[in-house]
């Protein structure tokens, strides 16, 4: 199985709503990743989870909450988000550590269509 | 902070011709990574091609190979006998070959199209 699943495909919501985005995965990989993508754009990292602890924040507003309570599944809580936030939010996943050449692939999902009314 | 340049925003190419798109990049590494990513209009992003950089030989894969000069700094792809199917975005990733993530750092993005 080389696949990352994102649920919802669509979302959209009010500034006062509390929604949140799934990720899941079963390749065994270690490191998995959110990044917002906005039209035209590439993607843009948000948040890196190593060993099912968060790595990396990118000075990512609160708004934005991620979770990671297993090794296969990734969350993204959203709340009070603003219309600026409306974009393509893809997870990702890949191998972490020192891992030889071959694991150095980040397999993306699908993504979810956020629009924030 | 490495940095990586996709100066061609649009590009299109006749089907079954071939097309290179061009990717320059800024790192004061010796040791990293370099990606080719395609998404087409469905919007996944899919890897199309990947190079270590202590390897001197390109990488090929099927119709998509790569022009890797680590001295310049440059990592073209090109895409022989184009197929319909391959209008996409195309994203040149690079990735430090340090670090327990495997962070990408992407240019901008070459939109490619392809003509019937």
């Known amino acids: 199985d080389t696949e990352v699943t994102q649920t919802p495909k669509h979302l959209v919501m009010g500034m006062t709503n509390k929604k949140s985005l799934k990720c899941e995965q079963h390749?065994?990989?270690?490191?998995m990743y959110w990044y917002k993508q906005k039209a035209k754009k590439p993607p843009e990292l948000m948040f890196v989870y190593s060993y099912e602890k968060l790595s990396i924040n990118e000075s990512v507003p609160s708004r934005f909450s991620p979770e990671c309570p297993n090794s296969s599944l990734l969350n993204l809580h959203l709340h009070a988000l603003q219309p600026e936030d409306s974009a393509l939010y893809l997870c990702a996943s890949s191998h972490a550590g020192g891992a030889p050449s071959s694991y150095n692939e980040q397999f993306f999902g699908p993504g979810t269509r956020l629009t924030v009314l | 902070a490495q940095t990586v340049t996709q100066s061609q925003p649009e590009m299109s190419v006749q089907e079954a011709e071939t097309v290179t798109l061009s990717c320059t990049y800024d790192?004061?590494?010796?040791?990293?990574?370099l990606f080719w990513y395609k998404q087409p209009p469905s919007r996944q992003m899919i890897l199309v091609i990947r190079q270590e950089a202590y390897k001197q030989q390109n990488a090929t894969e099927n119709r998509f190979s790569v022009n890797f000069q680590k001295a310049a700094k440059s990592f073209s792809l090109k895409i022989s006998d184009s197929q319909l199917g391959d209008a996409a975005m195309y994203f040149c990733?690079?990735?430090?070959?340090?670090?327990?993530?495997?962070?990408?750092?992407f240019g901008k993005g070459t939109k490619l199209s392809v003509k019937p």
């Open positions: 990733a690079y990735r430090s070959f340090r670090g327990s993530q495997g962070n990408l750092i």
């Open positions: 390749m065994g990989h270690r490191a």
């Open positions: 790192t004061s590494e010796s040791d990293y990574y």
